[in-house]
């Protein structure tokens, strides 16, 4: 999901910085002082398992979970994907200190428009296979949205990356299997035993 | 363990302020980032090895960096010269692999590298919690550095309780598998560690009230800015406007 340094070009690299920048503003506003430490410890939790290996077939995938995240954090989901991206920026080495802006971009808009997708179906009180079940949707859409923004990034920063951008889009494809069913099981259970955690406060600007 | 800054030893990069090592590495990062004419890319790649044998960063944690990076860069010469217009060096069936198409995937393979060289002998070398100090200096959003300062301090935490919940169902004979039982275990694995992530952060809200807390950080790690941190970055600033000159002359 991380486009890394140097091949994305400058307009659009700005771009993004501009989109993330206005987003992270809307979602520190929405931001309570008193939010910080619950906000900071699940994005710690987003990042940690994110260091998980999930088997695949022969291989293995590293989890997003931003459908999740953003069902949870509502905009403060973009100060949240800054903070995530920039560690792992730092301390891994995935993504790049430039794309930062489209990276974040790139993974907290679908967790925003999951927020506003599927907590207001939460707050109806639906059946567990029904929660189950968008969740799955969520986990999926998440990475789709994500992967289809990431490759309109690649495929604006010229022609020549047409061929990059469909590559990148068709390997998110098992990723997002994986996701959806992983986001299904995490939000059953989570919804189980913190539903507040959905339905708490509105996490608007 | 989640790999920190690698640890590196003493050396002259170290002793300059984290702030003047985070501006100057953004701002080359940037200039490098954008650049498409070979001799810019040539000279940032040797100034960033230069940096980081100046910095003395050891080999071992560089090289897994490197291959990670890689990877995904050295898929573009084989993808990318596919789709750009060009002089042909070998065509099949009505695709034409371009010398221009080879030109470019080599500048950005060659840039990728340059600027994980260059941020890992100048922002690499900066511990996390100097690094959320530094950025409050540098005067960001203060609700942002806040976040940064807690997700960093718990991050380690959180990390442990992950693996001693995966270890527990281990215990109990748990072995992960493309198989639908991992992924049901995964998952609430998963959801315990969030639920206990809350569970954590409203005890620490709790105690940090009890203790005064009005939603600011004092911060007790002011750094000195020495005459060493200004001719740093005048330095920083001639290579940065060399480079810049070979990009767009």
Known sequence: MHIAEGILSAPVLAGGAVAAGAGVYAGLRALDDEAIPKTALLTAAFFVAGLVHVPLGVGSVHLVLNGLLGMILGWTAFPAILVALTLQTVLLRYGGLTTLGVNTVVMAVPAVVSYYLFVPF?????????????????????????????????????RAFYGVAALFFAAHAPLMVVEGIITGGLLLYVWRLKPELFLEQERTP | MIPTAIPSPASFIMRIDPRARLVV???????????????A?????????????????????????????????????????????????????????????????????LKGNAIILLLSALIGTIDAASLAHALEHLRLPRKLVHLLIFTVRYLEVLHEEAQRLYRAA???????????????????????????????SERILAAMKARGYCGRFYLLNHFHWSSRDGMFCVAALVVCMALAWMEWQ
């Open chain 2, 170 to 200: 281990r215990v109990r004979g748990f072995e992960a598998g493309a198989a639908r039982h991992t992924y049901h275990t995964l998952s609430r694995l998963l959801g315990m560690l969030l639920v206990r992530s809350v569970d954590r």
């Open chain 1, 122 to 158: 939460l707050r109806r009180r639906p059946r567990p296979a029904l929660v189950f079940a968008f969740g799955c949707a969520a986990g999926a859409a998440g990475i789709a949205f994500g992967a289809l923004l990431a490759s309109g990034a690649l495929a604006l920063s010229g």
């Open chain 2, 25 to 39: 590495g953004f701002v080359s990062t940037l200039i490098l980032a954008v650049a498409v004419q070979w001799r």
């Open chain 2, 41 to 109: 890319v040539a000279l940032g790649l040797l100034l960033a090895v230069g940096l980081c044998a100046a910095a003395r960063i050891p080999w071992g944690g560089l090289r897994a960096r490197l291959i990670g990076v890689n990877v995904f860069l050295l898929m573009l010469p084989v993808v990318l010269p596919w789709s750009v217009p060009g002089a042909p060096l070998w065509s099949a069936g009505g695709w034409v692999y371009s010398r221009e198409g080879l030109e470019l995937a080599m500048i950005i393979v």
